[in-house]
């Protein structure tokens, strides 16, 4: 009867365990803030972007004249394990070898900032971006911040999650400044779209599709 209620007790404990654990692992995907038909969308391996471009009046201090705001989200189911889709999407220096707009990336392990040269018809010009962020190797919420170039003073935060089998990627990000001379449609054209290509690139090199 001892070892009964032994084994009982342990089956009990495992199965809170396993049902904690499963939890944790869809909460990640359930705390994403999309509609339950774009979760579906998620689910099936396809990106989902949302790029919202606004223009509005500005300060007259901070912002002089007419000024932009951007909210931006992306969202990926990657169908590798974390660890397997990191090896190769956490290398941020080799994204020139693989995206073809991108013309030039360099990453500074000690700064921990990247640099990269975007060109393509898509673009109303050549852009250089230039963000911090840490190495991501790991499920984890990692920020960063742009410190130069076009949307300098952009922040926002990579949320990379176990989700099963799967590594599950969101990114959000808000910036807001001075009026870039780009017609705002056309900006939430062009940062959706190359968004969405370069997710879907980076993931089919890792393996993904």
């Not at 020139?96 to 393509?120: A, C, G, M, P, W």
Request: a positive charge; hydrophobic letters at 40%; one cysteine or more.
């Amino acid at each position: 009867m001892h070892k009964f209620s032994h084994f009982f007790s342990l089956f009990i404990s495992l199965s809170f365990l396993l049902f904690h654990l499963d939890s944790q692992a869809e909460s990640a995907f359930q705390q994403l803030p999309f509609s339950e038909k774009i979760k579906e969308k998620i689910k099936k391996h396809l990106i989902h972007v949302e790029s919202k471009v606004e223009t509005f009046d500005g300060d007259g201090q901070s912002i002089k004249g007419e000024g932009q705001r951007l909210k931006f989200q992306i969202a990926g189911l990657h169908k590798k394990s974390c660890p397997r889709a990191l090896a190769i999407l956490s290398r941020y220096e080799n994204f020139k070898n693989h995206i073809d707009f991108v013309k030039d990336s360099r990453y500074n392990e000690v700064t921990q900032e990247i640099f990269l040269l975007l060109s393509s018809t898509l673009l109303p010009f050549d852009m250089s971006l230039s963000f911090k962020i840490p190495r991501i190797t790991g499920p984890g919420n990692y920020t960063f911040s742009f410190e130069q170039g076009f949307l300098k003073g952009l922040i926002g935060t990579i949320h990379v999650a176990a989700e099963g089998e799967f590594c599950l990627f969101y990114t959000e990000s808000a910036w807001a400044g001075p009026h870039s001379k780009i017609p705002s449609p056309i900006f939430e054209i062009f940062s959706s779209t190359l968004s969405r290509l370069s997710m879907e690139k980076l993931f089919k090199i890792s393996g993904s599709y």
